[in-house]
């Protein structure tokens, strides 16, 4: 009995958010509408990116703006494995017989969406989280810069500045749901592993973790590499759901939505990632009528979208740091959560110097 | 030989646009651990500033037709009143919060500078023509130099030299080098925290003003982007220089323009467009040796 309650108080948290997805899902589709499902479709894939780049963010707390070139490296990995093989070998030449003259099903390129992603994420992140926070940021950010001109200019890969056509697409509002499902799961189960309270010790006290035993590159490798997968599975999602690729979204606005939705909620629980991208999608949504002047009287001009969203995110950084979850997570009972630490206000609140 | 020594010019005036954004950025972080992502959406905004605002694709000028006495100091004190209130309103009330913190709002705040200029301006690149004489060549001997690399280079020294006299000779400039060393320290000791950092935010818009204006002289062309390649290129080299460490930041702008031109004139033409990622690639080898950069600054590693 003891055993099937503590089993319920460590898995409330995923199941809840799991369920908390659903209903804005069932919500959502109760209007009809193929906007809406469409908003609810893109909505899933981005709780599995920014679930992924919380892996890595929250537990860590070090700043990437590279996570989103692992949703670019999925989204072609997938678009290589499911795209028609006439186009493929047509504009594709490059690809290696394997990939241009099969087409694979949609759980095949999934894995395949995550799994090279996380071989790069492993290369990288080999090199980079050797070196301080601010220098690792930084090198993520040029990360994003590399994977984009490659991209943009490997013609016979991946089609270069023209786009890859013919991806079936297969991904609605439910699909992207057990997606996110899957995620949110295997991000529980990473932090509240030793290896993920092992990373969180080094972030809220990076001296005392390492004079308590903690070898700091190998616990941030770890987190690096699965939340390249989720990333990059998010990618693959995102390909499949549009059915055309470019490389042109893959790139700064992207990176600060992502970013924005993990602030919002708040970076250091999984909760706040799942409720960012929830909240932020609303906001923009509501910013995009208001845009389309659809909201009666008040029209804001184009771009207030954006300009909103930006002036959002610092407003929270000033006013609730630890966004809106506070940095807790969502549960129903059992106040002490044995297998996962506090929220690390301490962290937030500590002097810069 | 020719060949060589005209790469090595093209490196010096590339490696001084790198070097003097490189300063403004490494200026902010030694006193306020502030990582300014924003930095390079000043320089966008310094050009821009330019021409009249409005969404129509031929840009006409404005302040870029002014005299150059009148030009030189009204983009000047655009750029450093933007700085000023990027401080005022994001960066103040971080003043207590952490190094990731404060990079996430920098980035913020670069997001909407972006689409601010996107609002004002339009989203599509402008061509523009400012001093256009700049362009020529002179000859020296068999060499052929672009007279815009020579000023790059004479601007970039002049503005070295002048920030090390303030930052020696001057009273603030004193002030805002014990503010690197130790802020609570100094503040302690009198000095005042915010005037000093508004003045470090005010040399970083000059920095970034003269980038600006050099960099859309030689370029000829506004995107609301075009500060963030620019500004990334800093960021790294102040990693590679040593963070914390202004010789540091000197020394890796121009170790990464070194690095750039000479990928450029040397790399095979097919791989010519990975210029950027060997680039990066080169920047991640020599970090995996010397993790502090080459000029380490001597405060970087935190006290427990």
């Keep these: 009995m003891d055993r099937i309650l503590s089993n319920i108080r460590t898995l409330q948290t995923p199941v809840l958010l799991i369920v908390l997805l659903a209903i804005v899902s069932g919500l959502a589709s109760l209007t009809g509408s193929d906007a809406m499902a469409t908003t609810i479709a893109e909505m899933m894939i981005r709780v599995v990116v920014v679930v992924g780049l919380y892996v890595f963010i929250g537990n860590s707390g070090i700043i990437s703006f590279g996570h989103i070139s692992f949703m670019c490296i999925g989204a072609y990995a997938a678009a290589w494995m499911t795209a028609a093989p006439t186009f493929k070998q047509i504009m594709l030449g490059g690809l290696p017989a394997w990939l241009q003259t099969e087409q694979y099903p949609f759980l095949v390129a999934m894995a395949f969406a995550a799994v090279l992603p996380a071989i790069v994420g492993l290369a990288l992140g080999g090199a980079i989280t050797r070196l301080g926070g601010i220098a690792c940021s930084i090198a993520t950010f040029a990360f994003l810069m590399i994977t984009n001109s490659v991209y943009a200019n490997w013609d016979s890969v991946t089609a270069g500045v023209s786009s890859i056509i013919g991806i079936p697409t297969l991904v609605g509002p439910w699909v992207a749901w057990v997606f996110a499902g899957v995620a949110i799961l295997a991000a529980w189960f990473y932090q509240i592993s030793r290896h993920g309270l092992m990373l969180r010790a080094t972030r809220d006290d990076p001296v005392a973790a390492q004079a308590s035993g903690i070898n700091l590159v190998k616990a941030r490798l770890g987190a690096f590499v699965l939340s390249a997968a989720l990333v990059g599975l998010g990618g693959g999602l995102y390909a499949q759901f549009l059915g055309i690729l470019t490389v042109d979204p893959f790139y700064l606005g992207l990176t600060f939505i992502t970013l924005a939705m993990l602030v919002v909620g708040g970076m250091s629980s999984l909760t706040g990632a799942v409720i960012g991208v929830i909240g932020v999608t609303i906001i923009v949504e509501l910013l995009r009528m208001f845009e389309r002047g659809s909201m009666g009287p008040i029209t804001l001009p184009p771009g207030s979208q954006e300009l909103g969203l930006g002036i959002l995110m610092a407003l929270i950084l000033v006013l609730r740091p630890t966004g809106l979850s506070g940095g807790r997570e969502l549960k129903l009972f059992g106040r002490s959560r044995p297998a996962a630490p506090a929220a690390p206000e301490a962290a937030q609140a500590a002097p810069a110097e | ?304």
């Design chain 2, 1 to 304: 030989m020719i060949g060589f020594i005209q790469n090595l010019i093209d490196a010096l005036s590339l490696g001084g646009l790198y070097a003097l954004t490189a300063l403004g950025i490494g200026l902010l972080f030694g006193i306020l651990r502030l990582i300014n992502l924003a930095h390079g959406d000043l320089i966008s905004v310094a050009a821009y500033a330019l021409i009249v605002p409005s969404v129509d694709v031929t840009a006409r000028m404005f302040i870029g037709d002014f005299n150059i006495l009148f030009l030189l100091p009204s983009i000047a004190l655009i750029v450093i009143l933007l700085a000023l209130a990027t401080d005022l309103m994001a960066f103040r009330p971080l003043r207590k919060a952490t190094t990731p913190t404060l990079m996430i709002a920098s980035f913020a705040v670069s997001y909407i500078i972006q689409n601010g200029i996107l609002m004002i301006y339009g989203s599509r690149p402008k061509a523009i023509n400012l001093w256009g004489a700049a362009n020529q060549q002179i000859q020296v001997g068999d060499l052929r130099v672009p007279l815009l690399q020579v000023i790059t280079v004479v601007v970039t020294i002049a503005l070295m030299v002048g920030l090390s006299l303030f930052l020696s000779k001057t009273r603030y400039g004193v002030q805002m080098r014990a503010a690197a060393e130790d802020f609570r320290m100094a503040q302690y000791l009198g000095v005042k925290g915010n005037f000093v950092i508004g003045i470090a935010f005010a040399i970083s818009g000059i920095l970034a003003a003269a980038v600006g204006l050099l960099y859309v002289t030689q370029s000829g062309s506004l995107s609301h982007t075009m500060g963030v390649p620019l500004a990334l290129f800093a960021f790294v080299a102040v990693v590679v220089g040593g963070m914390g460490s202004l010789p540091g930041a000197v020394v890796g702008g121009f170790a990464i323009g070194f690095v750039v031109t000479m990928l450029q004139a040397y790399l095979p033409p097919d791989l010519r467009v990975f210029r950027d990622a060997f680039a990066f690639a080169i920047v991640i080898l020599v970090l995996l040796f010397r993790p502090q950069g080459l000029i380490p600054a001597r405060n970087v590693i935190e006290r427990v």
